[in-house]
């Protein structure tokens, strides 16, 4: 089946500093791909839909300035934590989705970031 | 807006024991609804999906029934193995593509 991975798969960073999470489709392309974030014990929470080739879409409450994200190519989109403060620290987790037939899409997830800042 | 309950777990059960994870939703429209496990150190992977009312997903055992009338889809299975241990979490979509996550049931099955 379709695979997609996450580098890394976890971070400890100072506060201040800025991380970038990588999101792969190994072997499909996804023009679209999804972005959340999962604190302990919660649900995932939709961060971002991000599309191939343009802006990306932010859920209400996220900062876009804060939670950078490119999605420069069909396999590859990035999401970087700009200057990380204690609060971010969280699983960040991202899907990619098999584009077809509306009622047939599926979305597969990567394995997931953990980031803690310190 | 969408929303998703899911019964908190930890659920720990014996093999070969009747399992029952209980999943509600609210949605505006009709949501297609979903079943993702994710095994220690995994990503999530889907495990059932069905897209309209009375539909069944089934899946390696599982199974889970789409309920308009009291707006669940409860997973179940006959006989849970130890390798059946892992998170479960209950999702929907109405269209828009992402997904509306409850807060995932953590399974134990001991041998």
């Known amino acids: 089946g379709a695979v997609v991975s996450q580098h890394p798969s976890w971070v400890i960073c100072k506060s201040g500093t800025s991380v970038k999470i990588e999101c792969r489709s190994l072997d499909f392309q996804a023009t679209t791909m999804f972005w959340y974030r999962q604190f302990p014990k919660q649900s995932l929470m939709l961060m971002a839909t991000s599309n191939e080739g343009s802006k990306a879409t932010y859920e209400q409450g996220v900062e876009k300035d804060k939670f950078l994200i490119n999605h420069a190519s069909l396999t590859l989109s990035t999401l970087t934590v700009t200057s990380a403060h204690p609060e971010d620290s969280s699983f960040y987790i991202c899907s990619a989705l098999v584009s077809g037939l509306a009622v047939q899409e599926t979305q597969y997830f990567g394995p997931g970031t953990r980031l803690l800042v310190l | 807006g969408d929303s998703v309950t899911q019964m908190e777990g930890p659920v720990t059960l014996s093999e070969e024991a009747f399992l029952t994870i209980n999943c509600t939703y609210t949605?505006?429209?009709?949501?297609?609804l979903f079943w993702y496990v994710q095994y220690p150190g995994e990503g999530l992977q889907l495990l059932l999906k069905?897209?309209?009312?009375?539909d069944k997903g089934s899946n390696k055992g599982f199974e889970a029934t789409y309920r308009k009338e009291t707006t669940s889809f409860h997973l179940e299975k006959g006989s849970v193995q130890v390798s059946d241990s892992a998170v479960y979490f209950c999702?929907?979509?109405?269209?828009?593509?992402?997904?509306?996550f409850g807060s995932g049931t953590r399974l134990q099955v001991q041998p």
């Open positions: 069905a897209t309209k009312a009375d």
């Open positions: 949605a505006t429209g009709y949501p297609s």
């Open positions: 999702a929907l979509n109405t269209g828009r593509r992402a997904l509306t």
